[in-house]
C-alpha cells in the first residue's frame, strides 16, 4: 500500500507492506480493487489467482488489515489468464431504484475478439460473496458471456468513481496482448480509450451494461472553439461516394444514421484511399443484423499474425436504421451503438495519404445522415 498526504501529488510506500498476502506464496495474486461496502461499513477488496482463474474478496476497515470473505470462479470465459477485477455496485437504468452488483473482468487470451478482452457479471453481492445471474458457464461460447467490448484494443480498465452525474466512468487501454509488442508505432507503443460513462440496462431476461463516451471527454471533442462541424446526408446505390472533408490525423467524432432497410448492406470507409477501395471499413449487414469493423485494408497489418482482419457484434435494427457514435483518431476507433449496447474498439494502422472517407452500399440503396465534428488544427 502506498498513501498521500497531499492530494495525490506524492505517494509513500507504507512501511508495513504488504497488507495483504496469499498463503501459498502466488506471484499470480495481484490487481488490487477496493470498493466501499455501505450495509456493512467496511472496504471491500477484489484481488485475483490469475492462471487459476479465481477473484478473491476480502474486508477491512482500516485498509491494513483484511480478513478473507470468499472466492468468486467457475464462470464464464475462462481461456486465459483472469486479471483486473473489480466488483461495483450499479443503479439500473429506470429500475426505480433497483440496484445490481457488477464484476469486471479482464482476460488474456480467451477474449471475445481473440487475444485479450474484457468480460462481465452481474449479479448480488451480500457482504460476503459475490452471485453472478444468468452467467454463461465454461465451455459455452464466447458469445454467451458478456463483453465490454467486441473490439480487439480494449483492455485492463477500471472505473473512476466520484464522476459528474454519479455513475462509473471507465478508462481503458487500446491494446492486445495478442501483438502489443510489435504494433509499428513510435515515438509510442499504445494508448487509452475515451473515458466511457457505464449504465446498467435491463433487457430481457438479464441486464447488461452500456457504454457512451464520458460527458466530459464528449464535451471536450465538441468545443466549438476548437472544433468544426460539418454535415452531409447523401443516399447510395451499389456503389461508394467520396464524402469530401479532411479525415485525416485529426480527431473525429462522426454521428452517423444509416438507413438500410433498402440495401443488403452498407457502412463508411474511414482513412480511404481516393478510389475508397483501401481503408477501415465500418458495415453494418441487415440480413445477419450484424455491425463489422473490418481494418484488413486499413493500412499496415503484416506485423503479427494474430493481428485479426476485422470484429463484429449483433446488433438489432430498429426502424430500418443503424445509429453509431464513432471516434476516429490517428490509429485507432471506437465505435459505439447509439444505445451504447454494443462497443468496437480497434486499432488500425494507415498509409498517411489515406486521408478520405467514403459511403457505400450494396444489394440496393442505403440513406446516410452524417454529423462530423473535426477537430481544428
Do not use: C
Not at 485525416?248 to 481516393?274: C, F, H, K, N, P
Not at 464513432?326 to 474498439?345: A, K, N
Amino acid at each position: 500500500m502506498a498513501y498521500s498526504l497531499d492530494h495525490g501529488t506524492s505517494w509513500t510506500k507504507y512501511k508495513g507492506n504488504p497488507v495483504l498476502s496469499l498463503q501459498p506464496a502466488s506471484n499470480n495474486f495481484r490487481d488490487p480493487k477496493i470498493t466501499w461496502y455501505e450495509p456493512g461499513k467496511y472496504w471491500v477488496m477484489t484481488t485475483v489467482v490469475a492462471d487459476a482463474q479465481v477473484v478473491k474478496l476480502f474486508k477491512s476497515t482500516d485498509l491494513l488489515h483484511w480478513t478473507f470473505l470468499s472466492d468468486f470462479s467457475g464462470v464464464g470465459a475462462q481461456g486465459g489468464l483472469w486479471e483486473v477485477p473489480e466488483l461495483l455496485q450499479m443503479d439500473v437504468d429506470g429500475g426505480n431504484g433497483l440496484k445490481k452488483w457488477v464484476m469486471i473482468l479482464s482476460i488474456n487470451p480467451g477474449g471475445i475478439a481473440g487475444g485479450s478482452g474484457m468480460q462481465y457479471f452481474v449479479g448480488n453481492f451480500d457482504g460476503t460473496r459475490f452471485t453472478a445471474e444468468n452467467a454463461a458457464k465454461p465451455g459455452d461460447p464466447l458469445t454467451e458471456s458478456q463483453w465490454l467490448d467486441h473490439g480487439a484494443d480494449f483492455y485492463a480498465a477500471n472505473t473512476i468513481t466520484g464522476a459528474p452525474g454519479g455513475k462509473p466512468v471507465l478508462l481503458g487501454w487500446m491494446g492486445n496482448w495478442d501483438y502489443a509488442q510489435s504494433v509499428p508505432s513510435t515515438p509510442w507503443r499504445g494508448s487509452m480509450a475515451i473515458p466511457r460513462q457505464l449504465t446498467l440496462a435491463a433487457t430481457g431476461s438479464r441486464f447488461e451494461l452500456h457504454s457512451s463516451i464520458a460527458q466530459a471527454a464528449a464535451d471536450a471533442l465538441t468545443d466549438t472553439k476548437t472544433s468544426e462541424v460539418h454535415g452531409k446526408n447523401l443516399t447510395v446505390t451499389d456503389s461508394t461516394e467520396p464524402l469530401g472533408g479532411d479525415f485525416g490525423t485529426r480527431t473525429q467524432l462522426i454521428d452517423a444514421e444509416m438507413d438500410v432497410a433498402g440495401a443488403s448492406e452498407a457502412g463508411l470507409v474511414l482513412r480511404a484511399s481516393a478510389d475508397g477501395k483501401a481503408g477501415l471499413r465500418i458495415s453494418y449487414n441487415r440480413a445477419s443484423q450484424t455491425l463489422k469493423v473490418d481494418r484488413s485494408a486499413a493500412g499496415t497489418s503484416n506485423f503479427s499474425p494474430k493481428f485479426s482482419p476485422y470484429h463484429q457484434a449483433s446488433v438489432p435494427l430498429k426502424d430500418g436504421k443503424v445509429r453509431l457514435r464513432i471516434l476516429l483518431d490517428s490509429s485507432s476507433v471506437e465505435v459505439f451503438t447509439q444505445d451504447g449496447s454494443v462497443v468496437i474498439s480497434d486499432i488500425f494502422f494507415p498509409q498517411w495519404g489515406n486521408t478520405g472517407a467514403a459511403a457505400f452500399s450494396a444489394g440496393g440503396p442505403a440513406s446516410f445522415v452524417l454529423t462530423t465534428t473535426r477537430q481544428r488544427p
